[in-house]
Structure formats: C-alpha cells, structure tokens
C-alpha cells in the first residue's frame, strides 16, 4: 500500500518577485473576498496597490522569502521520519500548488490531505480543501483523498503550544507575566454567516488554559487579540493593537491561529507590535514561535494520519 501525506497551507513568498503573486492569488480567491468577479478582481487590484510595497519591504526585512517555506520543509523532513507514508506540502497562494503536488501522488493508493489550520475556517481550511480536491479530480483520483476539518482539540497539539509557551517563558515565573493569544482576524461579516473560526480559536484556548493548568503554570491574566486587520470592514475585536494598550510590563504572545511561523508571526507581531509594545510601556515583550517541527506537533500530526488511515 503506497500513501502519501500533503501536508496543505496558504503559503508565502519564496523570493520578493512572487510577493505580487501572493497577494493577487489570495484576493482573488473567493473565500477571502466573497464578492463576485469582475468585482472581487477589482477589489484585489486595489488592495494590491495600497499594499505590495508594505509587503515587500516587509518580506525583505524577513530575507526576501516567506519564513513559512523553510519551517514547512523542516517539518516535512522530521514528520516523513515517523511515518508509513512519503509527505509532500502544497501552497494554496504560491509554489508549490495543489496542481503541482497532485501530478506527484496521483499514483498513489491512499492520499492523506492535513490542513495546516487547526481551526475550521471557509477562508482557509475549507478553501484549501476544496482546491486540492479540485484538481485531484481532474486527474480522477479524488476518491483517494482523506482529509480533517480541524483538530485544535487534539490532545498533542495542544501541548505543542504550551512546549512554546514555556520556551518563551524561560526560566522566568509566568505569574509576572500577562498571556495574549493572537489569532489571525477575519471579518465580522464571515463569522455572522456561520464561519467556526472564532468559536474554535476560543475553545482551543479553553484547551490550552488546562494543559497549563495540569502543568502547574499560572499567568497574572490570559487574553485573545486578533491580528492582520486589512480594510475598513468591521473585524474581530478586540483588535490588537488596541489590546496592546491596556496591558502591564511583561507580556508573552502566542499566535494561536498559526502552526508554522510566517509573516504574521515573524514580521507582523516581532518587528511590528514590537514598537507598539514600547511607545504602551511594556518592558518585557515575547513572542512565542508556533509548533514548526516541535516534537508533540508531529505526533500530533502522526496521531491525524493514523486516524484517518482508520475511517
């Protein structure tokens, strides 16, 4: 029996040419922008304008290439060593997609598709999904495929955040510390339609508090915030921005909403909200890294793939 594991996420840029390309493929994808085309076109050309420079010079800041690419093959290296199958990743906005990967495990018998979304989102795990699915069956295979909605409930993963929480930690005592999970946000207007983004963030939360909890690790507050806010459309809230103003001297970040650190992480809350935290008087300001190829992350992803190999 021959399977393979594909690894699925939204991708990053792998040199400053493809940061136009990113951004034209994720807006003018319909689940990030639900208008309909011509409209949804326009719209992406203009967000395109206002922001291709910002993300450029943001991606340079990062070495000119999505951090997302590096910790992906990392992660796909450690978890192929674990495994009875062979693990490929596919990007849903940049090389390598879903068409790319199909042509590699069309040959396989069993083909095990994991988001790299913890929580259920149409923006994210489900248009991943629904893509990959679709070029599977241009090559009629998509009878193959086993996949997951969300598994932010899963046991290892879950310990996986607190392993970061407390390498961020250090040797220092968490109750001088304040803990803000940071998702990334969508619109009011997605979540008013139904999306379970936000009701999964916030349970995986509950889920985190008792693993710290069963490990005797004690913050003075924990908080979510959500990041990444594009537009003048209402958003998640609280925003972060403004969560960083009523916060004390000594605060950890979590990304919750991510598993693989990227832009958002790496750029968006270490070199932006760096500043912010300054000029709002905090002193200490942390940010954890996302589980990447964290022990517990991979056997929580082997735990997913065994799993489905069941149903």
């Given at each position: 029996?021959?399977?393979?594991?594909?690894?699925?996420?939204?991708?990053?840029?792998?040199?400053?040419?493809?940061?136009?390309?990113?951004?034209?493929?994720?807006?003018?994808?319909?689940?990030?922008?639900?208008?309909p085309?011509?409209?949804?076109?326009?719209?992406?050309k203009?967000?395109?304008?206002?922001?291709?420079?910002?993300?450029?010079?943001?991606?340079?800041?990062?070495?000119?290439?999505?951090?997302?690419?590096?910790?992906?093959?990392?992660?796909?290296?450690?978890?192929?060593?674990?495994?009875?199958?062979?693990?490929?990743?596919?990007?849903?906005?940049?090389?390598?997609?879903?068409?790319?990967?199909?042509?590699?495990?069309?040959?396989?018998?069993e083909?095990?598709?994991i988001?790299?979304?913890?929580?259920?989102?149409?923006?994210?795990?489900?248009?991943?999904?629904?893509?990959?699915?679709?070029?599977?069956?241009?090559?009629?295979?998509?009878?193959?495929?086993?996949?997951i909605?969300?598994?932010?409930?899963?046991?290892?993963?879950?310990?996986?955040?607190?392993?970061?929480?407390?390498e961020?930690?250090?040797?220092?005592?968490?109750?001088?510390?304040?803990?803000?999970?940071?998702?990334?946000?969508?619109?009011q207007?997605?979540?008013?339609?139904?999306?379970?983004?936000?009701?999964?963030?916030?349970?995986?939360?509950?889920?985190?508090?008792?693993?710290?909890?069963?490990?005797?690790?004690?913050?003075?507050?924990?908080?979510?915030a959500?990041?990444?806010?594009?537009?003048?459309?209402?958003?998640?809230?609280?925003?972060?921005e403004?969560k960083?103003?009523?916060?004390?001297?000594?605060?950890?970040?979590?990304?919750?909403?991510?598993?693989?650190?990227?832009?958002?992480t790496?750029?968006?809350?270490?070199?932006?909200?760096?500043?912010?935290?300054?000029?709002?008087?905090?002193?200490?300001?942390?940010?954890?890294?996302?589980?990447?190829?964290?022990?517990?992350?991979?056997?929580?992803?082997?735990?997913?793939?065994?799993?489905?190999?069941?149903?």
């Amino acid at each position: 029996m021959k399977r393979a594991i594909v690894l699925m996420n939204m991708g990053g840029p792998n040199n400053l040419n493809e940061v136009e390309v990113f951004l034209k493929n994720m807006f003018n994808d319909k689940y990030i922008i639900g208008a309909p085309q011509p409209i949804r076109a326009l719209i992406a050309k203009l967000i395109i304008f206002r922001r291709l420079n910002i993300a450029k010079e943001n991606y340079r800041e990062l070495g000119g290439i999505s951090p997302i690419v590096g910790y992906t093959k990392r992660l796909v290296r450690r978890l192929q060593k674990v495994v009875d199958a062979d693990v490929f990743y596919e990007m849903r906005y940049t090389f390598p997609f879903a068409k790319d990967i199909i042509k590699k495990v069309k040959d396989y018998d069993e083909i095990y598709a994991i988001p790299m979304y913890p929580h259920h989102s149409r923006t994210t795990t489900l248009s991943s999904i629904e893509d990959f699915i679709s070029c599977a069956k241009s090559f009629k295979i998509d009878h193959k495929i086993k996949t997951i909605d969300y598994y932010y409930d899963n046991l290892f993963y879950n310990k996986a955040i607190v392993d970061r929480i407390k390498e961020t930690l250090k040797d220092d005592r968490s109750e001088d510390f304040e803990l803000v999970f940071s998702a990334h946000g969508l619109t009011q207007r997605v979540i008013d339609k139904g999306d379970l983004y936000q009701k999964h963030i916030l349970e995986n939360v509950e889920f985190v508090k008792k693993e710290l909890k069963l490990q005797n690790i004690n913050f003075k507050k924990i908080d979510v915030a959500y990041q990444s806010r594009v537009g003048p459309m209402k958003w998640l809230q609280p925003y972060m921005e403004d969560k960083l103003k009523e916060l004390g001297e000594k605060v950890i970040i979590y990304p919750i909403s991510f598993t693989v650190d990227n832009s958002e992480t790496l750029g968006e809350l270490v070199l932006e909200y760096v500043e912010l935290a300054k000029e709002y008087g905090i002193k200490d300001y942390r940010v954890a890294k996302a589980p990447n190829s964290n022990r517990n992350f991979i056997i929580a992803l082997k735990s997913i793939y065994e799993n489905l190999k069941l149903k």
